[in-house]
C-alpha cells in the first residue's frame, strides 16, 4: 500500500520509491507521453537514470519535491508530478505533471493532481506564486490548468520544434490568493477536524 501525502476524491500524492523507476521509464519513452511533457522525448531514459534520478529527490537539499500519482480506488501508480525550481526568498515554483497510464486520461486525474500540488506549495510551502509551462499543440493540457485557475501569462514564440513544426511554449501562473479563492484547501481540512 503506497503512502499518500495528500489525498484528493480520485487521486493521492505519495512519495516515489525506486520500485516505481521501471514504469516511469516506460512512459517517458512512449513518445505520447513524452512529448507533450518536454525533453524526455529527446533522450533515451532507462530505469538505471530513473532511479538515480528518484533517489536524487529524496534529498534533503533538493530545491524539487517528486510524487507518484496513485489511483485511489485501486492503489495503482498512474503518473508523476513535481514541483521544482522552489526559490523560498521570492516564494515562487513551477510544477510538471503527466499520467502515464493511458487507461486513466481524461477521466480529471491531471486537474485533481494540479489542485493536490498547488495546495502542497502555496499551504504547505508557502509559495506565493506558482508557474507552469506547456506546450502550444497540447490544448488538452492548457484548458486544464485555466480551469484550475493559471492565467497565461506569456509565451516563448516557436521555442520547440518537432519535425518540420514549430510550436510556441505557453506560460501559466498562478497566485496564492488566486487559489484560495478557488478550492478548499486538503491541508486546512486536517487542521480542523
Not at 512519495?15 to 507521453?33: G, Q, R, S
Request: some cysteine; aromatic content about 10%.
Amino acid at each position: 500500500m503506497p503512502l499518500k501525502k495528500l489525498c484528493g476524491e480520485q487521486v493521492s500524492l505519495s512519495p516515489v520509491c525506486l520500485e516505481e523507476a521501471e514504469k516511469f521509464a516506460y512512459w517517458l519513452n512512449d513518445l505520447a507521453i513524452a512529448l507533450p511533457f518536454g525533453e524526455e522525448a529527446y533522450r533515451v531514459v532507462t530505469v538505471e537514470t530513473q532511479r538515480r534520478d528518484l533517489a536524487k529527490s529524496g534529498e534533503a537539499n533538493a530545491d524539487y519535491h517528486v510524487f507518484s500519482i496513485i489511483e485511489n480506488q485501486t492503489d495503482n501508480l498512474v503518473g508523476r508530478c513535481l514541483i521544482f525550481d522552489i526559490d523560498y526568498i521570492n516564494r515562487s515554483a513551477k510544477i510538471g505533471l503527466f499520467i502515464g497510464d493511458k487507461e486513466c486520461w481524461n477521466k480529471g486525474y491531471g486537474g485533481e493532481t494540479v489542485r493536490l500540488l498547488l495546495d502542497y506549495g502555496f499551504n504547505l510551502l508557502n509559495m506565493n506564486s506558482i508557474l507552469l509551462y506547456a506546450y502550444a499543440f497540447n490544448v488538452k493540457a492548457i484548458h486544464c490548468y485555466k480551469r484550475e485557475g493559471f492565467k497565461e501569462i506569456g509565451r516563448i514564440r516557436e521555442a520547440r520544434i518537432i519535425g518540420h513544426r514549430r510550436y510556441d511554449i505557453v506560460l501559466l501562473d498562478i497566485l496564492a490568493e488566486e487559489f484560495k479563492l478557488r478550492h478548499t484547501s486538503v491541508v486546512d481540512k486536517h487542521l480542523h477536524q
